[in-house]
């Protein structure tokens, strides 16, 4: 199992810019994709971007392509969310999950491991 803990939120104005960071622990952090998720009231959870257990392959939004940059420290059991040129429209709650890496190649749709979330504010 791992657990995540998500840090980095905060508020902003629009063109700003956040780094969010994914804790984990446990000693197997680098069998997992690690995933950024973002949720709005009313809304569902959206993914905003993935990386894969190397650190090789990484998955964005069509709304944040080229703003945000996912990225993984295994050494020390960290994944970033480096957020450029925000908008009022990426304010949510981005909670960080992980799922095991053969769950992720077999198509498991439900991330297993969650954290409890950071807020994110940006305003016009």
């Known amino acids: 199992q791992v657990q995540v803990v998500e840090s980095g939120g905060g508020s902003v104005q629009a063109g700003g810019s956040l780094r969010l960071s994914c804790t984990a622990s446990?000693?197997?952090?680098?069998?997992?994709?690690i995933g950024w998720f973002r949720q709005t009231p009313g809304k569902e959870r959206e993914m905003v971007a993935n990386?894969?257990?190397?650190?090789?392959?990484?998955t964005y939004a069509d709304s944040v392509e080229g703003r945000f940059t996912i990225s993984r420290d295994d050494a020390k059991n960290t994944v970033a969310l480096q957020m450029n040129s925000l908008e009022p429209e990426d304010t949510g709650t981005y909670y960080c999950?992980?799922?095991?890496?053969?769950?992720?190649?077999?198509?498991?749709?439900?991330?297993?491991?969650w954290g409890q979330g950071t807020q994110v504010t940006v305003s016009s």
């Open positions: 446990g000693r197997t952090f680098n069998n997992y994709v």
């Open positions: 990386i894969n257990w190397s650190g090789t392959r990484t």
């Open positions: 999950g992980a799922m095991w890496y053969t769950d992720y190649l077999r198509g498991r749709s439900d991330w297993e491991f």
